[in-house]
Structures are given as structure tokens and as C-alpha cells.
């Protein structure tokens, strides 16, 4: 299926019709009454408080579709989708940022940050992941003005080996797949682990930044990244999804990060993405019988003794 027109800056909602019955609807407006739609189904779906985000700051991050700053393609473009069957009925839904990026030889022109993607768990095994994935890319590049090439989809995962036992049978419950079983769906999706020590910026002024996570990305071809490509991903995901607008450099957390990548990127770093499926096969069966490492990046790169 192909889009044939951007995404309207209004409170329209621009739908898609898909086989099976199945429909997407999109918006970038935060008064859409899809945001709302959203918000009800992603409440069930994700429950660590750190890591969740309230309407009104999925509403601050789409208020900022409109300071685009110049009459060309937007740099950036915040999202809301969802997915329904030929009932009305919502089975998942995304919110993702994309993100415009400075031409780098051989990476991507565009980055997404996908904040979060969820199917219904009675809507489970038919695709729905991989087929939201698929929209997610091209809303995105046709957002931002018809860019070229495949997107780089970057996601955050809880990390198993950063969770309490609390954490990680809370999150089990209410998502209904196991943690590392989740982070397989994703490696067979083609995601690889991106090796940099990630921690999320507080959502909020009443939040903790999240340290226990292991940042992802598909849509990279070769075993590395370059560190300014993760340092301008960061920088757009940071300010917009993250802060709402708040300059990066003055939160503590997110500075650190980015003030790191740069230094690396100004002597040409790269950044090397793992394959975590050998970590995966370690961490199956009982968490008492879990290897002691500090991380799955720890246990990827064979650095836990």
C-alpha cells in the first residue's frame, strides 16, 4: 500500500484502509480525537510509572508539530496511530517522533524514535507488530516532506538483567509476555542492541529518569553506527518526546549523554549494535538461575566473567 499525501496539520483524521478489514488512523494534531482513543488502550498496556507518559504530555509533544520554524519540510514530526478492525475495533497503536537527519554517508536520512508501540493482547499472533512497523516507516518519511530510503526505528526495552523481581513480574502481568521473550519477538523483527549505556530523561517533574532499559534500533545494515548519528537522533528524541521542548543541555541526564556522543563523534566514533539472541538463550528458564551481569549489553558482550 502506498500513501499518496502528508499527513494534514488539522484535527482531521487521516485514515487508511488496509486488507483484511484492518484500518489505520493517524494524527499529528493534539486535538485529535484519536489522542484520546490512544491514550485509553496505552493506559492498559504499560504500567512502570517511569516509563509511562500522561495525555497532557502526548499533547505537548504534538503541539510542537506546529513551530516547524521555516516554510519547507518539517525536522521533525510527532505521531499518534492506531489500528482497528472492520468494526470500529482499536487492536493497537503507536506514537513515534521522526526526525530529520543531517546526511551522514552510508546511514539513513531519517530516525524515528519509537515511543511506544502495543497490540491488544486478544489481537496477539495475527502480525500486527510487524504490520505496525511497516506503517510507522512510511508515515514518517512521508511526514517529513517525502524523504528517501528506509528510516532507522530506534526503541527503547526494559532490560531484564536492570529490573527488580517486582518490576519484571508486574510488567509480565500486565503486558503478557515475558521480558526476554518480548526482546526476542524483536530480534526476530530484525531490532539489534545499540551499545551505549541509554538512560531516559524524566518524562516529567513527579518522574525518575529510567536506567533500566537497552536501547534498540532496526533498519541498520552494518555492525556499527556512527556516534553523530545517535548524538542528532538523541538530541531531536531528547528535546521533543522526552523534555517537551526543553533545551537537552540542561537536563543532567540527557547532557551527559549527548555531551559523551559528541566527543566520540568529534573524534569519528562508531557505535557497534549487537545481536542479543546468544544473551537471550542464557537468560531462559528460572531468573534465580540468571547468570550475575550487570546488563543484557554486559552479558552480549561476554564481559560478565
Not at 65 to 91: F, K, M, Q, T, Y
Not at 135 to 157: C, H, K, W, Y
Not at 208 to 226: I, K, N, Q, R
Not at 255 to 262: S, V
Request: glycine share 10%; net charge negative; with cysteine.
Amino acid at each position: 500500500m502506498q500513501v499518496n499525501q502528508p499527513i494534514p496539520d488539522s484535527d482531521e483524521v487521516w485514515a487508511l484502509s488496509l486488507e483484511g478489514g484492518l484500518r489505520i488512523r493517524a494524527t499529528a494534531s493534539p486535538a485529535s480525537p484519536i489522542v484520546d482513543e490512544f491514550f485509553e488502550a496505552y493506559e492498559r498496556a504499560f504500567v512502570l510509572p517511569d516509563e509511562k507518559e500522561d495525555i497532557a504530555g502526548f499533547r505537548a509533544c504534538l503541539a510542537m508539530n506546529a513551530d516547524r520554524g521555516c516554510s519547507g519540510p518539517p525536522s521533525h514530526r510527532e505521531l499518534i496511530a492506531v489500528i482497528e478492525d472492520d468494526e470500529g475495533a482499536l487492536l493497537g497503536g503507536a506514537n513515534f517522533l521522526a526526525s530529520a537527519i543531517q546526511a551522514i554517508d552510508g546511514h539513513p536520512s531519517t530516525s524515528i524514535a519509537l515511543n511506544y508501540l502495543f497490540v491488544d493482547q486478544a489481537a496477539r499472533g495475527r502480525g500486527l507488530s510487524r504490520l505496525l512497523l511497516a506503517m510507522v516507516a512510511q508515515l514518517s518519511v512521508r511526514a517529513l516532506g517525502d524523504r528517501t530510503g528506509n528510516p532507522a526505528i530506534f526503541i527503547e526495552q526494559n532490560d531484564p538483567l536492570r529490573m527488580t523481581a517486582a518490576e519484571y513480574e508486574e510488567d509480565n502481568e500486565r503486558g503478557g509476555t515475558d521480558q526476554v521473550e518480548r526482546l526476542r519477538l524483536w530480534q526476530h523483527l530484525g531490532a539489534r542492541a545499540v551499545d551505549f549505556a541509554y538512560v531516559q530523561p524524566a518524562l516529567s517533574a513527579d518522574q525518575a529518569a529510567e536506567d533500566a532499559l537497552v536501547y534498540s534500533v532496526l533498519g541498520f545494515d552494518g555492525p556499527h553506527m556512527s556516534a553523530r548519528f545517535l548524538h542528532d537522533h538523541l538530541q531531536s528524541f531528547f528535546r521533543i518526546s522526552v523534555l517537551k521542548g526543553q533545551d537537552p543541555t540542561v537536563d543532567p541526564t540527557a547532557a551527559a549523554q549527548l555531551e559523551e556522543l559528541g566527543a566520540r563523534a568529534d573524534a569519528g566514533g562508531l557505535i557497534d549494535l549487537l545481536d542479543i539472541g546468544p544473551a537471550l538463550e542464557t537468560l531462559s528458564g528460572d531468573r534465580g538461575n540468571w547468570p550475575r551481569c550487570g546488563s543484557i549489553l554486559e552479558l552480549a558482550r561476554g564481559d560478565c566473567g
